[in-house]
């Protein structure tokens, strides 16, 4: 499992010296609960204007495993009730680390193979930011397909 985290340095010239000296280096850092509230909220629930989150559900037909490299979703769906669509379960808790996402999608028309969802940063293009697989699935006309992401940070 990857942790969030980083590093600080500080480095001091006195102003009679060319030379700098270590005060510390790569010190680990503390992410506050406030910062981490923040970082939620920037990448996963803000719904404002220009600073939405990565919020957008997609889902697709395709069989490849998720790559690190992906930047879209093979074979996404558009049609028939299956299109990319704003999560309507949208929620962090403050203090906590851990956010959700989901939609449930009604499909209109049939749709076969349907195994792999993703999140986006926007209703179109956009930047992909988690991919992942499932069961492949085949929807008839007024099936319902619920998607849910729970996001945790480090």
Known sequence: MSLI???????????DSDKWETITENRHNLLTNGGRDFIHAQAY????AGT???RYIAVSTDTGSPAAG????????????????AATTNTHS???????????YTASGTHTAVQ????FNASS???MTHENTFTSVTLASGDSLQVTWTLTLG
Request: hydrophobic share 25%; proline share 0%.
């Open 70 to 85: 992906d930047t879209t979703l093979t074979g996404e769906i558009s049609t028939n009730g299956l299109g990319r669509a």
């Open 116 to 119: 792999k969802s993703a999140l």
């Open 5 to 15: 985290h980083g590093y600080m340095s500080v480095y001091l010239k006195r102003a």
């Open 52 to 54: 939405q989150g990565s």
């Open 125 to 127: 293009s956009g930047t």
């Open 94 to 104: 403050a203090g906590t680390n851990t956010s959700t996402l989901g939609i449930t």
């Open 45 to 48: 629930t803000n719904t404002a």
